[in-house]
């Protein structure tokens, strides 16, 4: 079936460094990734996504890459801050004309921990 | 508050019972998913549904039924039959269950099993 596979599963960097998490994905029809962070003890919340047809998105100090051949795409967060430390979920969305549109399939998490 | 409501946001339950869980959303989206969140595992699709009246097993429903007789209602049964129901479950809707768009979660329920 689909799956997403997401690294590191913990990530630990100095405060001003940046760091990358890396997903990859099985099903080649899919068309829609997102990311989200999750704060202790709250709802996950997008905070960057890209949709196929594009290769790299930047928002302030947050990039994703996406590589359609390979099946990758990968977070990049640059001059880290202390509220970075959270959980970031990748996610693929399916392709259409599958029955599967509209399902987010999610990686299994990366603990960032940014340290002061 | 993002327009999506889970409760309650703590609950227990005894081996053997039924416990539903609510989940709300006022924000007109066709699309609502339940998600189960377990340390190390992400989250994993339980059921989700695309539009009212309609719905379709996740990667994990086994144990598990949903209904959807209203837009903005998504309520999640966790049965007897599911055999490790303790978990942190989360509630999700997006505006459209025919393309992919961003999904926006509920606060969560953290249901345990006592």
């Known amino acids: 079936g689909e799956n997403v596979e997401q690294h590191p599963s913990t990530l630990s960097v100095q405060e001003g460094d940046s760091a990358v998490i890396k997903c990859t994905y099985s099903d080649s029809a899919s068309n829609y990734f997102p990311w989200y962070k999750q704060e202790l003890g709250k709802r996950p919340q997008l905070i960057i996504d890209i949709r196929s047809n594009v290769g790299e998105k930047k928002d302030q100090r947050i990039a994703v890459t996406l590589n359609k051949t390979a099946k990758h795409f990968s977070l990049h967060i640059t001059e880290t801050q202390p509220e970075d430390s959270a959980v970031y979920f990748c996610?693929?969305?399916?392709?259409?004309?599958?029955?599967?549109?509209?399902?987010?399939?999610f990686g299994q998490g990366t603990t960032l921990q940014v340290k002061p | 508050d993002g327009g999506i409501t889970q409760s309650p946001k703590y609950l227990f339950r005894k081996e053997g019972q039924n416990v539903t869980l609510s989940c709300e959303q006022n924000?007109?989206?066709?699309?609502m998913y339940w998600y189960r969140q377990d340390p190390g595992q992400g989250l994993r699709l339980i059921y989700y549904?695309?539009?009212?009246?309609?719905?379709q097993k996740g990667d994990i429903a086994e144990g598990y039924s949903v209904s959807r007789e209203k837009k903005e209602s998504f309520p999640l049964t966790v049965t007897s039959a599911q055999k490790n129901p303790t978990a942190f479950y989360l509630c999700a809707s997006s505006i459209s269950g025919t393309s992919n768009t961003e999904a926006f979660f509920g606060q969560g329920t953290r249901l345990t099993v006592v």
């Open positions: 996610a693929a969305g399916l392709g259409v004309g599958s029955g599967n549109t509209g399902k987010l399939i």
């Open positions: 549904s695309q539009i009212v009246n309609d719905f």
């Open positions: 924000l007109n989206h066709d699309a």
